[in-house]
């Protein structure tokens, strides 16, 4: 997924060259741009790393707390790094009534996160969605860009284990280029 | 004028004026908890809401302007239930824990209910869960108690300019914290306690050093000694009901030694000593071409700001211990030499008007060899609970005299508790340092009053010096940005965090009469007009320890017990 291949890139140097590109776009000491800098800097880092947010202050001339604030308030932003993979279970209406929190329980119990978490070893983000749109195989949760519907709580390990083994794999390949 | 009427009493009004301030002027009080004079409204508790005749919904009449004919209700049935249920909702929230809260009895909350006559829990929900922070050395934050009015928020962003706190997250979860919820002590808070004194709960607080001072005064090894702040004077008695304004001196001092203090000395003392160290300073800086301007640092908040922001602008800061410390100092030094005390059982308790004194107290500069110039700082509010405990009533104690040789001073020393003061006490003995000749006229009303920023520009006979007067921690950068770009034409300027000086310190009694700062300053030059020594260098224990002790000021042994140095913050947050 090209997103996660972009986080991968930047944090080794992060909070450096890159927010600097970002800000080319706007006026210094504009308040008015706040959301749309913090948009572009978590479409870079697929998060607001909290370097970023003191720089961002500084830019538009507000204190942390205030970017901290609206940072916070909105739920379009996120604070802590995107996992590789992001699940999101679907907690619509028809995915309800098939039991989805189940499905969301039993997700959380294997991963060791709480909806909206990212696991200790930043291979999965969960989340939920209010309907993916696909209520005629519900219950179904989406991983990245794959689908899995109608799925029952003895499924999910198997599903897990596909994205913990390509990332396994991709693991051996670079220490392999790197040797 | 425009004519409305207000529960069917007519009411003249001024174009522009809230429905809020239409009805104060003909006695009828609305309730506000978001409110704050002077700032713009907005509008977000609606405990002011009231009936408009015509309109459909209730308005806050604290953001709502009066118009011609208009017909107002403060008090209609549906006016009382909507605020009483604003009220039942906000108890519902909170902990509840009124008999255990600092501010029983000085709390907006329970003024609201009791007012509301709230006498069961209609509701009852999930409360918020939120730790204490203890993290800094002067305040507490107990976002539980927290009733989300945001004048804490508006405050420290729009009045002091600090913006070490905000809203975070929302709905249910709405928290006024710091970024990151971290602690006071690792975010942009400079201690100054401006928010606690307009908080309507306790969420806001000072760090009590009560039961450290108890203990001490218990301590038979210990020999206890008080010194008290210009401005305690000026304030204390507002806590026993006296008139705004009323001069406690003599009372302050029979109730440090009914607590069981073996001295009580005056802060005032070492701010004549800060005079003679800083004016000397301030001349040999101008005379011999060094760093200009100079910056006073009697205020630690302003300490704090500084070096938390523009650390490369820490050598235009003055050396010079703030007075309280320099007292500390004295005592641990001088003092003890000549009565024959070990400076480590001497324990030195200062009486201030603010809460940031315990932060710069607990300052590793500020200590010998592991030993604490001042060992605990009382606000004036946990003084007053400390003589309520012990049964000490201002309204029938006879007054009495200052210990000595520390407890003499002049009127210059008086006035450093409001804005302006420090100023007007240094430009006394500067005149007389380099002229040779007393001051004729003492009083510069240039520098005296409520604006942010005041400058004068005095003849020392040939050498012209501009000073300015900074008031309230938000009007500071301005200055700081000419500093920076080399614009300045200041040689000595003041600055107090609090807006108005230490009279309105965040440890002050905690109240919002709109004349306190008014009659609390005219206390303080009423004190300092009726003494016969109006100049630090008059000060006839001051040129004593001079003699005695440190030679001259700004001698080598001034240099090492009275002035100290600076942190630069910025790098220590950052990393």
């Known amino acids: ?179 | 004028m425009i004519e409305l009427t207000i529960n069917n009493i007519k009411v003249k009004a001024e174009e522009g004026m809230t429905i809020l301030d239409a009805a104060k002027s003909v006695g009828i009080k609305v309730p506000t908890l978001c409110h704050m004079k002077d700032l713009f409204p907005t509008g977000a508790c609606r405990i002011c809401v009231v009936e408009v005749d015509g309109m459909k919904g209730l308005v806050p009449s604290c953001a709502f302007p009066v118009s011609e004919g208009m017909k107002v209700d403060t008090n209609s049935p549906r006016v009382r239930r909507s605020r009483k249920t604003i009220v039942e909702l906000l108890i519902e929230n909170h902990p509840q824990d009124c008999l255990v809260c600092v501010r029983n009895k000085n709390c907006e909350l329970q003024d609201l209910s009791e007012r509301y006559s709230v006498r069961e829990h209609r509701f009852s929900g999930e409360k918020k869960d939120h730790a204490i922070d203890i993290s800094s050395a002067s305040m507490e934050r107990d976002p539980a108690k927290c009733i989300l009015c945001g004048r804490c928020v508006r405050t420290c962003n729009e009045v002091q300019q600090v913006g070490a706190i905000d809203f975070t997250n929302r709905g249910f979860k709405t928290n006024v914290t710091t970024p990151y919820n971290k602690g006071l002590n690792v975010s942009d808070c400079i201690l100054c306690g401006q928010c606690i004194l307009v908080c309507p709960t306790a969420a806001l607080r000072e760090k009590s050093h009560g039961k450290e001072v108890q203990n001490a005064i218990n301590d038979k090894k210990k020999f206890t000694v008080a010194q008290i702040a210009p401005a305690v004077r000026a304030t204390l008695g507002e806590e026993y009901n006296l008139p705004l304004g009323t001069n406690v001196t003599g009372q302050l001092i029979t109730g440090l030694r009914r607590l069981g203090f073996d001295k009580v000395f005056d802060t005032n003392f070492a701010a004549d000593l800060t005079i003679l160290e800083e004016a000397t300073e301030l001349i040999d800086r101008v005379t011999n071409g060094k760093t200009l301007p100079m910056f006073t640092s009697c205020c630690p908040g302003w300490v704090k700001y500084i070096e938390q922001n523009r650390p490369s602008l820490l050598k235009h800061v003055s050396s010079c211990k703030s007075p309280h410390e320099m007292e500390g100092a004295v005592l641990k030094t001088y003092y003890a030499k000549k009565m024959g005390l070990d400076p480590k059982d001497i324990y030195v308790v200062s009486i201030m008007p603010c809460t940031v004194k315990k932060f710069e107290s607990s300052r590793p500069e500020l200590s010998e060899n592991h030993i604490k110039d001042v060992d605990a700082v009382l606000t004036t509010r946990e003084l007053v609970r400390l003589f309520k405990m012990a049964g000490i009533d201002f309204n029938d104690i006879p007054e009495s005299e200052f210990d000595n040789p520390l407890g003499e001073s002049t009127g210059a020393a008086a006035i450093f508790g409001t804005s302006g003061g420090v100023m007007e006490a240094a430009v006394r003995t500067a005149y007389y340092k380099v002229t040779g000749e007393e001051l004729e006229n003492l009083e510069l009303s240039d520098i005296r009053g409520m604006s942010g920023i005041k400058e004068s520009s005095l003849d020392l006979k040939g050498t012209t010096v501009n000073v300015a007067v900074v008031n309230g921690i938000g009007n500071v950068d301005q200055i700081l940005d000419e500093i920076e770009h080399g614009e300045s034409k200041y040689h000595f300027i003041e600055v107090m965090a609090c807006p108005g000086g230490c009279i309105n310190g965040g440890g002050q009694p905690i109240h919002q009469k709109p004349e306190k700062l008014k009659k609390r300053v005219e206390a303080l030059y009423t004190i300092d007009n009726k003494m016969k020594n109006r100049r630090s260098h008059e000060n006839k224990s001051v040129q004593k320890l001079y003699d005695e002790f440190l030679e001259y000021p700004n001698s080598h042994k001034a240099h090492e017990i009275l002035h100290t140095t600076y942190v630069d913050r910025k790098a220590i947050l950052n990393s």
């Open chain 1, 1 to 179: 997924m090209a997103h996660s291949l972009v986080i991968d890139r930047i944090s080794k140097n992060e909070g450096a060259i890159m927010h600097h590109k970002i800000f080319e776009n706007y006026h210094s000491k504009d308040k008015s741009s706040l959301i749309a800098l913090l948009q572009d800097v978590q479409e870079v880092y697929g998060y607001l790393p909290e370097k970023a947010i003191k720089d961002v202050a500084e830019f538009v001339g507000m204190p942390v707390s205030g970017v901290y604030g609206v940072a916070t308030f909105y739920n379009q932003f996120r604070l802590t790094p995107l996992g590789k993979n992001i699940i999101r279970v679907c907690r619509g209406t028809a995915c309800h009534v098939k039991n989805s929190a189940n499905i969301l329980t039993a997700l959380e119990n294997e991963l060791g996160v709480k909806s909206g978490g990212t696991t200790r070893d930043k291979l999965f983000t969960l989340e939920t969605v209010a309907c993916i749109g696909a209520c005629s195989i519900a219950p179904v949760i989406n991983v990245n860009e794959d689908y899995f519907g109608r799925i029952a709580v003895k499924d999910i390990p198997k599903i897990l284990q596909k994205y913990k083994s390509e990332a396994k794999l991709e693991k051996n390949t670079i220490e392999k280029i790197n040797a």
